[in-house]
């Protein structure tokens, strides 16, 4: 892959839709660069993707390396009264569940570049907002270009997300960030992995900023809403992207999707 060229499969507006039971292998990701970040089957939990290795940060941020097998999950409260159970709602369809402990490592949402940072400064952050003026220094005439970048160092406060799987087929996402489980971490080393997508591309992806961040000994993570680094300074990479590539699912239930933009719900679950 051409480096700071961006790969995206499928569309964040069919995400907020609850298209999440299909989509790529974690081989076909590892072929797409060395960073990245999204969801996996049935949003459960987010992905990060960094330096050849995919990880799931999973709810209460935990953080399992993705495989092409199966991967283990944490029930639904009402699943785990009752191994076995097909997950129900009325007017719902249940899904087929062969094993309720585990989910089959599809990928029905990702954004990956081959990462070679064009500029990489050594910063503070005194909170989330500072990232944005950051990136806006180091850019500051490619308001309507994609960029990515990868910040590293110690983190003196960081409030992350994850979410904990759909309970239903198509269950949107805007609902599942209601019961998302958020983690705080104080003076800890690691990775922010992001992609700012610029604010008329809102529903292709997250405009502005959207990142993911993995601990120095890959044991915790999960998707940033607050940061800072003010004690020390961290390093901040990034790269001005102006080529895209888009693979959309080729599924019924891709197919099937409204896909209108809900600008007030991917703020309000994306942070």
């Known amino acids: 892959m051409e480096p700071n060229h961006i790969y995206q499969y499928s569309l964040l507006n069919a995400l907020m839709d609850?298209?999440?039971?299909?989509?790529?292998?974690?081989?076909?990701?590892?072929?797409?660069?060395?960073?990245?970040?999204?969801?996996?089957?049935?949003?459960?939990?987010?992905?990060?993707?960094?330096?050849?290795?995919?990880?799931?940060?999973?709810?209460?941020?935990?953080?399992r390396e993705a495989g092409e097998g199966d991967?283990?999950?944490?029930?639904?409260?009402?699943?785990?009264?009752?191994?076995g159970r097909k997950p129900t709602v009325p007017g719902r369809s249940p899904w087929h569940i062969r094993d309720p402990w585990l989910t089959p490592s599809q990928i029905p949402f990702?954004?990956?570049?081959?990462?070679?940072?064009?500029?990489?400064?050594?910063?503070?952050?005194?909170?989330?907002?500072?990232?944005d003026s950051t990136l806006q220094t180091f850019a500051p005439h490619a308001k309507n270009l994609f960029l990515t970048y990868r910040i590293t160092g110690l983190f003196t406060h960081l409030k992350c997300r994850t979410v904990r799987g759909q309970t239903y087929a198509h269950q949107p996402l805007s609902e599942l960030g209601a019961s998302q489980s958020v983690e705080e971490?104080?003076?800890?080393?690691?990775?922010?992995?992001?992609?700012?997508?610029?604010?008329?591309?809102?529903?292709?992806?997250?405009?502005?900023?959207?990142?993911?961040f993995i601990d120095e000994g890959r044991g915790v993570g999960g998707h940033v809403l607050e940061?800072?680094?003010?004690?020390?300074?961290?390093?901040?990479?990034?790269?001005?992207?102006?080529?895209?590539h888009v693979e959309l699912p080729g599924s019924e239930e891709f197919n099937e999707a409204e896909l209108s933009t809900d600008d007030e719900g991917v703020k309000k679950v994306e942070g």
């Open 18 to 63: 609850g298209v999440s039971e299909t989509g790529i292998t974690v081989s076909e990701l590892l072929t797409k660069g060395n960073q990245g970040l999204g969801t996996f089957a049935r949003m459960n939990g987010e992905l990060l993707f960094l330096d050849g290795k995919v990880y799931q940060l999973q709810a209460e941020g935990n953080v």
């Open 71 to 83: 991967q283990r999950v944490a029930l639904p409260l009402f699943l785990s009264e009752s191994l």
């Open 110 to 131: 990702a954004v990956s570049t081959n990462f070679v940072p064009q500029q990489t400064r050594k910063v503070t952050l005194p909170f989330k907002a500072a990232l």
């Open 185 to 212: 971490y104080h003076d800890i080393q690691g990775t922010i992995i992001g992609f700012r997508t610029p604010a008329n591309w809102q529903g292709f992806g997250v405009a502005g900023g959207h990142a993911h």
């Open 227 to 244: 940061l800072s680094a003010e004690g020390e300074e961290v390093e901040v990479g990034m790269a001005v992207v102006r080529d895209v």
